[in-house]
């Protein structure tokens, strides 16, 4: 089946400071992808979505200077939290879908602690 | 985008075939309904996608009615390792590869296997 792979798998870093996560379609071209936050016992919050080569359109409420995500390739799609703050703590999950695909395959997440 | 309605919680012994019904009133003609798994701090697992009628893998079965307004999710045989959090999704499909694919999350079934 399809891979995509996040990285890293967790992260600790200091409020204030910004962190980056990447997401890769290891054996197929991802021409959309998909960036989701989980909260505890939570379901996942779509937060935005991205086409290679053109702007993420986000979802109502989330802050897109705050979330950035480039989808620069058809396989790496990166977001980047910025000036991180403690209630940005959260479970950070990517999905990638094949061109012509009717599955969206997802990553393993990534646990963010701001502290 | 389609709304969908499952229950809270399942609880199953070994051994049973587990049947979880989602209910998607307003699903569109040209939406597919996928189910997911999703494991603590993993990211979901996709199980089975269907548009009409029933589809069978390795893993479980999905019965869709002609009308298309719920689809049960069906696995044979649980084992404890099935326990987990079980999501519907209903979302268009869009054959370029771009656009409105777009894939949200309701609370989903979280199904407790009991020896």
């Known amino acids: 089946g399809a891979v995509v792979s996040q990285h890293p798998s967790w992260v600790i870093c200091k409020s204030g400071t910004s962190v980056k996560i990447e997401c890769r379609s290891l054996?197929?071209?991802?021409?959309?992808m998909f960036w989701y936050r989980q909260f505890p016992k939570q379901s996942l919050m779509l937060m935005a979505t991205?086409?290679?080569?053109?702007?993420?359109?986000?979802e109502q409420g989330v802050e897109k200077d705050k979330f950035l995500i480039n989808h620069a390739s058809l396989t790496l799609s990166t977001l980047t939290v910025t000036s991180a703050h403690p209630e940005d703590s959260s479970f950070y999950i990517c999905?990638?879908?094949?061109?012509?695909?009717?599955?969206?395959?997802f990553g393993q997440g990534t646990r963010l602690t701001v502290v | 985008l389609a709304k969908t309605t499952q229950p809270i919680s399942m609880d199953s012994y070994e051994g049973q075939e587990v049947n979880i019904t989602c209910s998607h009133n307003?699903?569109?003609?040209?939406?597919?309904i996928t189910w997911y798994q999703q494991f603590p701090s993993q990211g979901p697992r996709f199980i089975i996608q269907?548009?009409?009628t029933k589809v069978t893998n390795e893993v479980a079965s999905l019965f869709i009615p002609a009308d298309r307004k719920s689809s049960t999710l069906s696995l044979p045989r649980v084992s404890l390792s099935d326990t987990a959090v079980y999501y519907c999704?209903?979302?268009?499909?869009?054959?370029?590869?771009?656009?409105?694919?777009?894939?949200?999350f309701g609370k989903g079934t979280k199904l407790s296997v009991i020896p």
């Open positions: 307003n699903i569109a003609t040209n939406d597919y």
């Open positions: 999905s990638a879908r094949r061109q012509g695909g009717t599955e969206a395959f």
């Open positions: 054996d197929f071209q991802a021409t959309t």
């Open positions: 991205s086409n290679e080569g053109s702007k993420a359109t986000y």
């Open positions: 999704l209903v979302g268009a499909i869009a054959y370029s590869g771009a656009g409105s694919y777009q894939l949200t």
């Open positions: 269907g548009y009409k």
